[in-house]
Structures are given as structure tokens and as C-alpha cells.
């Protein structure tokens, strides 16, 4: 607070009595427990923090409210901001119910302002003692106990229903009925896998549902849960957090191999890799003893940040660059973190010092951004290498008696004569002689003297071992590099970055956590890596981690998280709409070993997720944007989804799972956007109708068909898509040439099957007969066109 | 629950509420000022999901739109607008160690150099302020007192890429929105039957960072630049497929709209309706782009006024034109690259041949813009925004030819129209060009400024994400120009 003179007695007991008419003081009864994180932190943080909070170099007044000792100390100037039980003799009471612009908290100029309700919280809170306490997410998730009325149990007798029901009971809300059969198996098939169930799956569904209810469900998610294309529908959930593209980024924008990584991502998904296990080899695959191949290729979750390949530029300001985007992506995506925030200044809100920031820093300030080679099945590329070594020596020492005869050769070549020589003895001719390899001098050889040498003998032995390596050469190239990191063996200094500036080094930092968080041991360690970060991460301590993932996937589910600020867990964080449940989820996903796929049965078998997503006029008024789930919400699908279900109802999907990434028809022009032009080469066969999250991303010239549904460029870690409604999505569906040709499949299957068939593929329900009546007046290719083109089929009902 | 727990609940529940619309749909300033588009579109309550109608600013605009005229690779302000003769006189000797004792430039490992380069150009006063110019710009020279010059615009970052993104997002960290997305957030856009930012592309090649530079970053996609294109569909996916009429067309909309308000029907959810909007405005679009693009009906007089030979032919003059056509149907932020200002001294991108040749390409367009902005009546509420990410340096380099550096601390914009106060040259450079000896523009004030005329607050405008609220201007101070506004 700026220095004001004290506000007239008299106003402030005008200002309270007001206050206390408008919120019904007198009927405030004791049991209404006034909650500090739930009720008044976020309002402190929201209105206060940034000039009253953690960061002391911009603390006005000396004051700081983030910490009870600071609020009720003395203040500089005499004053004390909150007196405990003494909302009159408070400052900040005072400055909040203030009239007078020089002198109201929050100050004008801010644009903030507090409504009537959100100061009588503060009043209140400072009356009933002023009592803190500490930040909900930086203690440890407890173990929960369900709510145990039998009313809240529900029909899968799942322990998430009971946290919900007890909620809406509390509430006076009744949860919505189930969906219907059709919807269900629709739901949880683009939930799971992201494609749509065939009218066969839906109609067996349907029947075995009709009889055995809730079993023919659970079975049916244990089989998506089975299925190959699980990874491929989460995979994608995790690239958007991994930021994964397939080229530099910045202005040259060139191609890059780093699909492996995606596979990897895919697979161990699919394998169901525990979330702790995935964490450490994605953050330090390299460090681990032995490290295996796909270990390595793991370790790509922090080469996808961007390489700036523009003249003039300084390497070490991009390297550097890099490191700060894998500080900010770690903190967000695996702590939720805003830490990125420290790089220049202490962190406004959160306890994260700019020291800390740098000792985080640390940990990825001393790598290599080396290539790793992979080979395929069957190809043992250490001992082809080494065989090509021994070859190459055996190569040598049957030359070599020919040298003299080769130079005489070289030498009575006219020029013309060489004009006319093959291209690689052209080449082999341009090295120097003293330089030329084992085979290059075979290719001379071959060339200019085996015609007439004199043992056919050596000739043959010298022709073959040169194929060998040849051979060898054509197993070698079979490998796919994939972009990884490697731990240098001298560490680099790390200092702290005035104003986050690298030219500006100040003091010295090590390999440390933020104090805020649990602390990192490892016995008879003195410098700290990597690893101990990624161990750290999933260390049971983490009072963040497992909340966090829990409550990332649970937003998928439902449109947003049980946090809604799904990337931001710290004190300007929303406060979780259901707390217990979130800690219950999180405790039993270690529980459960960290099992992904255990979570997401845990979750789709519940009554919460199986409801109707119809709207409710009941609930727009109280619960419109459905925060306490007495229905579900319908979804737009993911820009991949879109695709993919385009593909599936055309049947022209290829189920192809993993490889390089492909170029499926894009509006010509679209690669003139970018300073480069990029090549775009329509992929052939099949590998046209591959799934979305195989399209090749260039960074500068995303494929317009995903840009337009929101699918992230890979930029920066992506942890919620938005969901837009635009123009520009429905000229997609309507005139993009993918889309067309989607159409044209779909109308055959119409002229074959039938509208109803058609629309099924596109729904997974039958049309109503009104909805026929539109569609039969229309050809099928229109038909078809409609079909998918619906709201109904872009979104999860 | 007591009735006073509960209300607290309400209010919270409805912050979160609030909280999420405005992210969801960016609603986030001021008053929905629904009537204008119900009374365009005929659409009743549909249009209250469509997140680009018009908004109010926090206070009344002197400017409605922009056009940003940007000069993609760096201008050389000491060629064309900032006239150094100490330049000429210390041609080939090393500036001052003072000026550039701890800088740091591109290329600094090959071929940046510390001796000064004169200019070749020849420099003269024009109009009532006497403003300097080069002969590079003779039609520029003729509205000098039209215009707006900052000649200490300053900037963070000093390689391409990043230096585009700092000027459009005011920051060179990706996953920001561009000044574009933030308006079209902030204010809408006034037209219902084209995109409200919209991006057009001349030159030999794209600019550098391509779509990231129009993004818009953690804002929905609705916020984001439209390329417009000069050649084939003007947007991405805007024709009608060859193989259907546009009958057919027409039917297959008018059924995906009956079927959509039967779902709509069936499931009561807002996003139908959303969807249903966008369709008529993507229908809206088919045919009002093409007539956009379709220049038959300016006079001669016009395309000469724009020096425009082929009104068919891509070129910046073109895009010139297409961008008065785009202020008058309301469009909110159209913004213009040309490529390729980057004129180090290599052998295709140096100051003898190459400047003069790409200087002429913009000289008589751009004026050409103002002057029929002016005669519309559209300059007043127009602002128009000359320059690239940066400028050059008073040295030369080493390179096959004659060319210059990057250069950050101080550079050339100038500004018409729209709130600019006419005929003002703000802002002195050293006897070299080098750095402000007054006055130091950044592009944070920049963009508060450009804010400001358009009615919006820079420290107001802002999206909550990741618990804190971004802007335009970020964190560190910004200030509006005052000087140079009427």
C-alpha cells in the first residue's frame, strides 16, 4: 500500500455497517467455516500478491500478505495491514472499503476492483482471526475416504461418483440419467481410441448392453484399453504437452527426424509403461545405467524444442533458449508450475525464487544435442560397422600392390578420357591421392586397372570385398535418426541471468529444487543430475505430479479439469471444484503404479462419465458451465479427430500404426506462407488415409486443416486445446479436397448400404425420421457431404 | 447450507464461470454490443455465440482499424528516412568504441564490421515540416505532411524470426498472441462476411517464422490471421468444389443447417448454434472474398494513384489497393508483408541494386494508400503503420556488395492516419544514426499506443492463462506516445 493518510474514523464504520447490511452479518452463524484457500487465497492472490506477495523486490509498503507474519506485522509506517479479530483497526480492511481513488486497494489503475461479497470474505476472514493456510497443492494429496451414504455409491459402485453425487446433493441437484446405449459406445470409443465404433460394433454393443448392462461396458473398455490405437488417441494427449513437431521452427523451418520419439510415446502408451517410468526416461533416458536404445530415443521429449537455423545468428543465445524452454515446459507440464515466470524476476505469485529458477536451469544447462541412429529388426549395427572396419583393412591390403600402377594410370589419363569416366571415379580422381579412401581407390582400381590385371584372382577378391562393404553400407543406411539428449561429462557453469539476459552471468548456481517443494536427497551425491531430477518428479513426496496428471486426463473426459487451470497449480491456481476427489484420484494412481490405463478405466467406468450430455434448463442457472458434472458435455473433437473420423465413416482409414510422418493432401500454396518453401509430396497408397497424428507438422506452415480445429503448431507445450467454432471450419469441411474425397467414399457406401448405414458411420445412431426426410431429398454425394459436415459428427456427445 | 455460505459458492462458482467464458470465448472486455450484428445478420439470438461481434472499447477510439504495412528483413532507415550526414563524412573510418562497447549484432563471427558506411543516396527536405527523405522515396516525400515519423523505434531481439514475432506479439517467446488477434479479441470485428484479421503476402518469398507471426497463441483460432492469396482461392478451402454446382452447394448448407438445428433441438447446446453461425458466415465469405479480390470496378485513376500496372498481377501495389477494400468492409487488422528487405551486401541483397528496386515496389503504393484512404474519408479512423523488425546499422558489412547490419537500438516507423498527429517527427538519432539521443520508442510503447487510439487500455487488454493474465505489453512498462497523437 502507498503511503496515505489514515482514512476519517467515521467513513469506516459507515463503509462497514454498509457492508454488513448488504451481506446479513448478523445471521453468519459459527458453523459456516470460513475456508482460507478455498474462500480468501485466491482472492489475495487475484488482488493483492503482485504488489504485497513473495517477490521483495516489488513489494510496495514493505508490506507482504502471502504469509501471516507478514500481514499482521507493523508497517513501516505504523499502520498494520490486518489486526486478527480487529477488522476496524485493519488497514487493509480499511483501504478495501475505501471510496477515495488515491487511496482503495486494489489501486484504479489496475482495473481490478472487488465486488461487495469478495470484501465482506476478507472482512469476515480478518474478524474471525485471519487465519492461513499453507497452499493446498504444495501439500501432499492425503488419502481420501469416499463419502459413504449409500444414496452416493451409484451403479458402478465407483468411488469417483460418490465424491460427485455428494457434491450435487449438497447442491440440491439431481445427476442426469445414462446415455443411451448408442452415445455410450460412441463416447467411450472416440474417448479411448479416437475413432468411431462400425454400425457392426454398435449394434453388438447395443444388444450385449440390453443384457448384460454395465458388463458388456466394463468389457468393452478393457478391449479399447487393449487396442493398438490407445496410444495413438493418447499419444497425441502427451505430444501436445512434449510440444512435438517435424521440423526446426523459427524462419528456415527445415525438417526434422524425430518421429521415433513419437512412436516411442505411442508405444510405451500403448504398453501401458508406468507414468513414473515414462517421466524418467523421457527427462533423463540417458542417465539410466545401461540406457537401451528406446531409452535413448525417450529422451526426444526435450529435443522438440525449436533450432533457429537463420543467418547471423549467436548459437549459444539459442542454445540457451532451449534450456529455458525446457525449464518452462518441465515445470508446466509435469509440476504445473508457472516457473518460467522466475527466468527474469522472482516469481510474482509463487514461492519460486529467480535463484531457484537457475538452479532448475542447471539441470538442463549440460547436455548434447546429439542424433541417435535406430535400425530395424535384424540389423546389428555395431558388428556391421565393425566387420565394415575389417573389410575396409583387407580392402586396403589388396590394393595396395597396385599403387604404383594406379598413379601411372591417373596420369596418362587425357582429359577428355576422364570427361567420359563414370561419376564416382570422376569423384574418387578430384581427392587428393594421399587422401583417398579404401574404396575410393578400389573404384579407381576397378576402373582403371582390373581390365588388365594380371591375376583375375585379385581382381575378383578385390570386387568383391568392395561390394561387401557396399553391402554393408546399404544395412547402415537403413537406420532413422532421432534427435536426443546426452549428458556432457564436464558440467558447464551455471550462473543466475540478470533480467534472464545470457550475456549478463551473475551468481554461481548448482543443480537444485525450489525450497517450496519436497526436498531432493540422494544419499552420497553431491551435484545433482538429471536423473535426480526425474526421480524427484515422481518421488511419492511430490505433492504435484500425480494431482497433476490425474487432473490433465480427467479434463479430457470432461471438458476441463477438476482444477480448471490445468497448467497452472501454484497460488493463482482455481480452486479445485472438487478437492477430495482430486486427492482420492491422485493417491490411488501411485497406488496403482502409476498406471495410466488404470486411471482411465477408473474414470469411464463411473456413473459420472456414463451420464447424458443433454443441456439441462434446471442446471443453467445454477451449474451452467456444468462445474459440479450433473451431465456430461458434449466435446468438439480434437482437429485429428475430425480427421479421423472422416476417414473411418468413408472407410478409407488406413490402420497403419507408427513409421516416418505423411503428407496427406493439402490446399496448394499453403508452403508459400513460410520463408522457405517446403516441399509437400502428397503421400502415395495408403499412407494418404493415415490417421491425424501422423500428418507431417512444419512448425511455419501447419497443415491448415488441423490449424484450423485448434491443433497445436508445437511451439510451445500445449496443456488444454482450445475448442473454436469458425468459418474457416466450415469451409474446411465443406470445399477442403480431403474432405471432398471423404464424401465421395461415403456416398458409394450410401449408394451401397443405404442413408442409414451412412449416417450411422457418422453418428453411431440411427436418424430420426424428420432427419431423413432432409437427407433423401438430396443426392448421395450431397448426402454424404452433410453427413460430415454435422455438429453431431465433429463432436463426443 | 446457510444462505450466506451459499452465496459466497454463487459468486464463486461464477467467477470460475466467468473465468472459463472468457477464455472459451474471449468476451473479455466490455459490454457485448449485440445490436449492430443482430441488425446485419437477421440471426436473433444466435448471435449472442459469436465470438467476433463487436465489443466496446474501454474508452471511446479515435481508430477503428489498422493496416500494418510491414517491411519484412529490416528497412534501411539510413538510406530512405533518417538522414546522417556525419555518416558521409566518416565514411569507411570505425565508429566510436563507445557505441558499441558491449552490443551485440548478428553475424558478429563473419561478416559484421565496425567502420561506417555513407550513405549513396541522395537526401532532401520535403512538404511544410521539411522532413528529410531520400530519393529512394519520391511519392513517399510528396505526404510526408501526412505522416507520423518515429525515428527511435527500439527493439529486444536482433535476429529475423524472433524480431517479427517481438513486433507482432511483443514478445519473441511463442504461444502469444499477435497484435492482431489481440484486437479482433478486444474489439471484435465489424464485418460479417469476411475474416477480422486478415494477411496479405508480396515479395519473393514468405516472411520468416511464417503462420506463428499472425497467430494466436493461447487465444481460440477464431483470433488468428487469414492469409488472403493473391493467387488460386483468396482463402484456403473458400471454392466450392469443382464437381458441385453451386445449387448443389447451397443445398448441402441449407441441409446441414436444418439438420444441426434439429440437434440443436435435441441437446439444447450453445456450440450448435455457434456452428450454425459459422456456416452462414462461411457462405457469406464464398462469394464477399471473391468480390473482395475482384478489382474490376476501380477506376484507372485509382490503380495509377497505386502505381498498379496488372491489376491482376500479385504484387504489394495490389495488396495495397486490397487493403483500402478491406478497411472499407470493416476488417479490423489487415496486415501487409513484403519480402525482402534484407540487405546485408550479398550479392542478391545489397544497398546499390536491390534497395532502389524494392524501394520502388513500396513508395508509390504506400502513398498511394494514404491518399485514398484520405479521400474515402477512411484515414480517420485508420491507422497505417509503415516498417519492419528492425532497421540497420550506421556500419557497413563485409559482404561481395555494399549492405548493413541488423540494428535494434534505434530505427525508422512511420504512422498515418487514425489519431496520429500529422506531419510530427518524434524522436532524434545521434550524429551516426546509432542509438536516441531522446525519446527512445520501444515496440511495447508502440503497441500501447496503437491500443490506445483504438480505445483499449494495454494494462486492460489482457487473457488469463496459466493463472496469470498476458498482454499485449507484457509485464515491463509500456507508454502511449502521447506526443504523437492529435
Known sequence: MKDMPPLPRRSLIYALVGLWAFAGGASLSADDELRFNRDVRPLLSEYCLACHGFDATKREAGLRLDVREGAIEELDSGEVAIRPGKPEESELIKRILSHDEGSVMPPPETGKKLTQAQKETLLRWVREGAKYEPHWAFAKPQPQTPPADPRFAGDFGNPIDAFIHQKLEQRGLKPSSRAAAETLIRRVHLDLVGLPPTPAEVREFCDDYASRGLTAYRERVDKLLQSPHYGEKWGRWWLDQARYADSHGYSIDAPRSIWPYRDWVIQALNRNMPFDQFTVEQLAGDLLPKPTSSQIVATGFHRNTQINQEGGVDPEQFRIESVFDRVATTGTVFLGLTIGCAQCHNHKFDPITQKEYYQLFAFFNNQDEPEHTLFPDGIDAASLKKEREQTLRLLDDAIRPYESKLEEWEMGLAKEEQEKLPKPVKDALKVDSRKRSALQRATLFAAGISKNAQSEKTESSIAELQNKVREIDRELSKGVNTLVLREKPEGRKSTVFIQGDFTRPDEPVQPGVPGVLHAMSVEGKEKYDRLDLAKWIVSPDNPLTARVIVNRVWQVYFGKGIVETENDFGLQSAVPTHPELLDWLAVQFMKDGWSLKDLHRQIVCSDTYTRSSLVRDDLLDVDRDNYLLARQQRLRLDAELVRDVGLAASGLLSPKLGGAPVFPPIPDGVMTQGQVKREWKVSQGEDRYRRGVYTFIYRATPPPSLNVFDAPEGNSSCTRRNRSNTPLQALTLLNDAAFVEFAGALSKIIERDGLEVAFQRCTSRKPTEPELAVLSQLDPFSAARVLLNLDETLTRE | ?486
Open chain 2, 1 to 486: 447450507m446457510n444462505n450466506d455460505l451459499r452465496s459466497i459458492l454463487d459468486q464463486q462458482l461464477q467467477q470460475q464461470t466467468r473465468r472459463h467464458f472468457f477464455e472459451r470465448c474471449g468476451i473479455g472486455v466490455g459490454a457485448v454490443a449485440l445490436q449492430q450484428l443482430l441488425a446485419q445478420s437477421g440471426l436473433g439470438a444466435f448471435s449472442e455465440t459469436n465470438p467476433l461481434a463487436p465489443k466496446q472499447p474501454h474508452f471511446p477510439p479515435k481508430a477503428k482499424r489498422v493496416i500494418f504495412l510491414f517491411m519484412a528483413g529490416g528497412p534501411s532507415q539510413l538510406d530512405m528516412l533518417d538522414y546522417k550526414p556525419a555518416l558521409n563524412k566518416l565514411n569507411g573510418q570505425p565508429i566510436p568504441q563507445s557505441y558499441v562497447e558491449g552490443k551485440r549484432f548478428a553475424f558478429m563471427d563473419s561478416s559484421h564490421r565496425i567502420n561506417l558506411l555513407g550513405t549513396r543516396r541522395t537526401f532532401a527536405q520535403y512538404g511544410e515540416t521539411g522532413s528529410w527523405v531520400s530519393d529512394l522515396l519520391p511519392h513517399t516525400a510528396k505526404i510526408v505532411d501526412d505522416l507520423t515519423f518515429i525515428r527511435t523505434c527500439k527493439t529486444d531481439l536482433f535476429n529475423h524470426a524472433p524480431a517479427k514475432l517481438f513486433m507482432n506479439a511483443g514478445t519473441g517467446q511463442f504461444g502469444r498472441p499477435s497484435m492482431g488477434a489481440w484486437l479482433t479479441y478486444g474489439l471484435g470485428s465489424e464485418c460479417n462476411d469476411l475474416p477480422g484479421f486478415v494477411v496479405l503476402q508480396s515479395g519473393p518469398r514468405g516472411p520468416r517464422g511464417g503462420a506463428i507471426l499472425w497467430g494466436s497463441g493461447m487465444l481460440p483460432s477464431t483470433y488468428q490471421g487469414v492469409p488472403l492469396r493473391n493467387k488460386g482461392e483468396p482463402i484456403l478451402n473458400l471454392t466450392t468444389p469443382e464437381q458441385v454446382t453451386e445449387e448443389k452447394q447451397i443445398e448441402v448448407i441449407r441441409a446441414v443447417r436444418q439438420l444441426n438445428s434439429m440437434r440443436l433441438e435435441q441437446t439444447g447446446d450453445d456450440e450448435i448454434s455457434t456452428r450454425i453461425n459459422a456456416y452462414e458466415m462461411a457462405y457469406r465469405m464464398q462469394s464477399s472474398a471473391p468480390d473482395l479480390m475482384d478489382t474490376s470496378d476501380e477506376t484507372q485513376e485509382t490503380l495509377d494513384l497505386y502505381g498498379i500496372k496488372d491489376p491482376k498481377e500479385s504484387t504489394f501495389a495490389r495488396n495495397c489497393l486490397l487493403a483500402r477494400r478491406l478497411a472499407e468492409r470493416g476488417v479490423r487488422f489487415i496486415q501487409l508483408y513484403h519480402t525482402n528487405w534484407d540487405h546485408h551486401g550479398g550479392p542478391t541483397e545489397n544497398l546499390e541494386k536491390h534497395l532502389p528496386e524494392i524501394s520502388k515496389e513500396i513508395d508509390q503504393p504506400c502513398a498511394g494508400l494514404v491518399k485514398d484512404l484520405q479521400r474515402r474519408g477512411l484515414l480517420e479512423d485508420t491507422i497505417v503503420i509503415w516498417g519492419g523488425e528492425f532497421g540497420r546499422t550506421p556500419m557497413g558489412e563485409v559482404r561481395e556488395s555494399t549492405g548493413r547490419n541488423h540494428h535494434i537500438d534505434a530505427f525508422t516507423m512511420w504512422f498515418a492516419g487514425g489519431g496520429f498527429k500529422p506531419g510530427v517527427s518524434y524522436g532524434e538519432t545521434d550524429e551516426f544514426g546509432f542509438g536516441p539521443i531522446d525519446q527512445s520508442v520501444h515496440v511495447r510503447d508502440i503497441h500501447a499506443t496503437v491500443l490506445h487510439l483504438l480505445g483499449l487500455n494495454h494494462e486492460r487488454l489482457s487473457v488469463r492463462s496459466q493463472g496469470l493474465d498476458f498482454r499485449l505489453t507484457g509485464v515491463l512498462p509500456a507508454r502511449v506516445v502521447r506526443e504523437v497523437l492529435v
